[in-house]
Each structure stands twice: as C-alpha cells, then as structure tokens.
C-alpha cells in the first residue's frame, strides 16, 4: 500500500513563496510519475504540474508555469513543489499524487493518478 503525506502548507502574502513537499511510502515510488493537484472552496480539483519518474521531464498548468516548480528525489521518496510569486487565486489545498501506471506521463486528469495525499492547504493573502 502506497501512502502519500504532504507538508508545507501555511498562509503567505501575495508575491510569497511557500514549498510544499510530499513524502512516499513503498519502495517502487522511483518506477512512477508524480503530479500536484489543487482545489479550492467550492471549485473542481485541478491540474497544477507533473513530473516524470526520472524526474528528467516536468510539465505545468499554464496557471503555474514560470512561478511554480516541481521536483523529486528518488532516493529519498520525496516529491517537492516549490512556488514562487504567489497570487491569492493560488488560494487551495494542494495535493501529491502517483500516477496509475509507469507509463502515464504527462497527466492532467486526476482519474490517471491512483494514490493521494491528504492534502496540505495553500493560503494566499492581497
């Protein structure tokens, strides 16, 4: 059984920067892409950046690109999402999530991932 724990979250003006990361459980983390996922009141979970089981390929929302970016380290099964210029509309909880198989790379769709996080949430004030 895969678990996912995020860290990170907190309350930040506007133009902040905050680093979510994301911890894994199991010892196949390496063979699988990861993603960040976001969601805010009232509003459907959306795509926020993907990142290759390598990690040599990343992928972003155009929302985030520019401001945002994801890593890992495989060695120690962690996934981090570090954001940069925060906007209030960054406003969310912000979730990790592994990938269904070891090919789905780049996802968008949360149905392609199979395991998630709890969720850590993202406060952004003007």
């Known amino acids: 059984q895969v678990q996912l724990v995020e860290f990170g979250g907190g309350l930040v003006q506007a133009g902040g920067s905050l680093r979510l990361s994301c911890a894994a459980s199991?010892?196949?983390?390496?063979?699988?892409?990861m993603g960040w996922f976001r969601q805010a009141a009232g509003k459907e979970r959306e795509f926020v950046a993907a990142?290759?089981?390598?990690?040599?390929?990343?992928y972003y929302a155009d929302s985030v690109k520019g401001r945002f970016t994801i890593s890992r380290d495989n060695a120690k099964n962690t996934a981090a999402l570090q954001m940069n210029s925060l906007k209030p509309e960054d406003t969310a909880k912000y979730y990790c999530?592994?990938?269904?198989?070891?090919?789905?790379?780049?996802?968008?769709?949360?149905?392609?991932?199979?395991?998630w996080g709890q969720g850590t949430q993202v406060t952004v004030s003007s």
């Open positions: 199991g010892r196949t983390f390496s063979s699988y892409a």
């Open positions: 990142i290759s089981d390598s990690g040599a390929s990343t």
């Open positions: 999530a592994r990938a269904l198989g070891i090919a789905t790379f780049p996802a968008r769709v949360p149905s392609r991932y199979n395991y």
